[in-house]
Each structure stands twice: as structure tokens, then as C-alpha cells.
């Protein structure tokens, strides 16, 4: 049997082609907190957010493989973000937002996953497969700072390719509800730039005992000796206000030798 070639098939009605109007294709995956630190009681969230300039209807909307989530009547403006969260009522409170939706069934795999949004037809909007930074060690690109020590997953650009990890940074620490302000992993402004953990100190000794007189050299550790050297690379003065280094000023493009303001055996 011979068969019809399928835009003939379109033309008389037979085949109707899903098609994905422009407006949705607007909708992207934004930010991703899938694994909070401890002392986040704002739980995990997916952010999407509207890079189109028409409102988009997300009524019947979901999210699934990783979560479960049925969007309720919502709209979500040109420009706009919306956070759909574990836990709505805490996720309001703790990161002081409102533009929220929740809650979602599951939970964000700590080791990575996939998320997945379609619109009301079922038609594959957007998807991202995310991982921890582990998957092996040393050969997962994605960043391991987002996995439980503080910030989110943040898109760079919302016209970037997010199915790319090259496209995706770290959070400073998180911003849920608006825009996104990604550092690249470990490219903070202000980086250690030189460790000295053992320095050496040699010491002149002299033995009191006179049947045993005479000098000596000593070689061996000098625990004031210690630094960590820190180097501002942004295009501004830095201040630390508060934790181990507080009060110290880093001037843009100076390295500085950072030693009795910190404690080195608090494990900074």
C-alpha cells in the first residue's frame, strides 16, 4: 500500500499536528533549590519564570518525573516568576515572597533528577536534568555547592539553553521570585588564592646546663606563621561583615595575607 505523505494528511484534517504556541515555548525552567541547607526552613522550589512579552495561562499546566504538580488557576505575566514550592506557607514565610504556588507531591532528588514541564495539552515545554556535582566525582560538571550547603541552581540567561550545565550557576545564596544572580561555581568575586598551613621557623637554642653548654639550630613548626591569602578579582571594594574574617577590607585587585583575624582551627 502506498502510503500519503503526512502533510497531506495535515492539509485534509486527517493528522492534527501539536503544535506548541509561542507564548508558552516563553515559560522556562528559572531556578532550581533542591536541596536546602540546614538551616533553610523554606524547603525546595522549582522557579519559572515568563522571558515572552504575552501573559501566559498556566491552568492545568504540570511538573512531573521529579515532582508531581497540577498548576491551579494562574497566570504569569511577561517578565514575570513564579515559585512553585514543597511547602507554600513555609516557603512564603522564610524566603518573604508571595508570587507562589504548592504544593508539590515528592521531592527533588539530592543526587539529581529530572524535571519536567508540559502544558495543559500535554505538550513538552521545557525540561532539565540536574545533578549534585557527583556522578562521578571529578567528572560531573554540574556544581556540588548547591547540593545542601546553601544556594539554589540559577539559570545565567533565560534565552540560554538550560539543558546545558554550562548555562547554569550557583545563587548568592538563592532568588527565588525574581531575577537570578548566578556566580559560576567557585568563581566568587573574592577567592583563597594561597594556603600557608606549615610554615617552617628554625630558633637558636641555648642549653643551660653547663656541663652541657653550647648552642644548637631547631627547626621546626611555626604555628603563627599560618595564613590563608585572599584576593578581591571584582571591581569593587569588599568588606566582610561578619563571620571569621569581619572588618577586613579587600581593595579590588589586591591580594591580602589574612592570618590572626581568623581562627585556623575552626575549620575556615
Not at 540560554?160 to 550557583?170: K, P, Q, R
Not at 595564613?227 to 566582610?240: D, P, Q
Request: negative net charge; glycine residues 12%.
Amino acid at each position: 500500500m502506498r502510503s500519503i505523505p503526512f502533510w497531506i494528511l495535515v492539509l485534509c484534517g486527517v493528522v492534527q499536528p501539536v503544535m506548541v504556541r509561542a507564548a508558552d515555548s516563553d515559560v522556562v525552567i528559572h531556578e532550581i533549590m533542591y536541596h536546602p541547607g540546614n538551616t533553610n526552613t523554606g524547603g525546595e522550589y522549582v522557579e519559572l519564570h515568563n522571558r515572552g512579552a504575552t501573559p501566559v495561562n498556566l491552568f492545568g499546566w504540570t511538573l512531573s518525573d521529579a515532582i508531581d504538580f497540577t498548576f491551579p488557576a494562574v497566570t504569569l505575566d511577561p517578565g514575570g516568576y513564579l515559585v512553585v514550592c514543597s511547602d507554600e506557607v513555609s516557603a512564603r514565610v522564610y524566603y518573604v515572597i508571595t508570587n507562589t504556588v504548592g504544593d508539590f507531591d515528592r521531592r527533588l532528588d539530592n543526587a539529581g533528577d529530572n524535571i519536567v514541564l508540559q502544558n495543559a495539552s500535554g505538550v513538552l515545554i521545557d525540561v532539565v536534568g540536574y545533578s549534585d556535582g557527583s556522578h562521578p566525582v571529578g567528572a560531573d560538571p554540574w556544581p556540588s555547592e548547591a547540593d545542601g550547603v546553601g544556594p539554589s541552581l540559577e539559570l545565567h540567561s533565560a534565552d540560554s539553553d538550560n539543558a546545558l550545565v554550562d548555562s547554569w550557576g550557583i545563587g548568592q545564596p538563592c532568588t527565588p521570585g525574581g531575577p537570578n544572580n548566578p556566580v559560576t561555581a567557585g568563581a566568587r568575586d573574592v577567592v583563597i588564592t594561597e594556603i600557608m598551613y606549615r610554615p617552617r621557623k628554625v630558633r637558636l637554642s641555648e642549653n643551660l646546663d653547663p656541663r652541657k653548654g653550647g648552642y644548637w639550630w631547631e627547626d621546626g613548626d611555626d604555628p603563627d606563621g599560618e595564613y590563608n591569602e585572599l584576593l578581591n578579582r571584582s571591581g569593587a571594594t569588599v568588606i566582610e561583615r561578619t563571620g571569621p574574617f569581619a572588618g577586613t577590607v579587600l581593595i579590588s585587585g589586591v591580594v591580602t595575607n589574612v592570618g590572626d583575624t581568623f581562627d585556623s582551627n575552626a575549620g575556615q
